[in-house]
Nanobody, 123 residues
């Protein structure tokens, strides 16, 4: 069993920055790929960015390209999402997820999820 705990959300003005953290614990060896998803009110869950736990492979969705950066610190068992130039459209609950399928953008491929952290961007 694996546990994921997100932190770092909050309220920020448009153009501002936030850094989300996802601390993982438990049996992590079966979930070599980590990702961030988000869900805005009234919308479906959207893949944001993903990273391999070993190696440097990353991917992100076009809407956050050049603004968001995913990274990981294996010594701290933590994945981060640095979000810059935030826009009101980025307002959502952000979820951390872990799974076995590398580079997958489908939520159904992820076995473990955090509880989510709210990000609100005001205009």
């Amino acid at each position: 069993q694996e546990q994921l705990i997100e932190s770092g959300g909050g309220l920020v003005q448009a153009g501002g920055s936030l850094r989300l953290s996802c601390a993982r614990s438990g049996r992590t060896f079966g979930s070599p790929f980590m990702a961030w998803f988000r869900q805005a009110p009234g919308k479906g869950r959207e893949f944001v960015a993903g990273i391999g736990w070993i190696g440097s492979i990353t991917t992100n969705t076009d809407s956050v390209k050049d603004r968001f950066t995913i990274s990981r610190d294996t010594a701290k068992n933590t994945v981060y999402l640095q979000m810059n130039s935030l826009e009101p459209e980025d307002t959502a609950v952000y979820y951390c997820a872990a799974g076995a399928r590398i580079l997958s953008r489908a939520g159904t491929d992820y076995d473990y999820w955090g509880q989510g952290t709210q990000v609100t961007v005001s205009s």
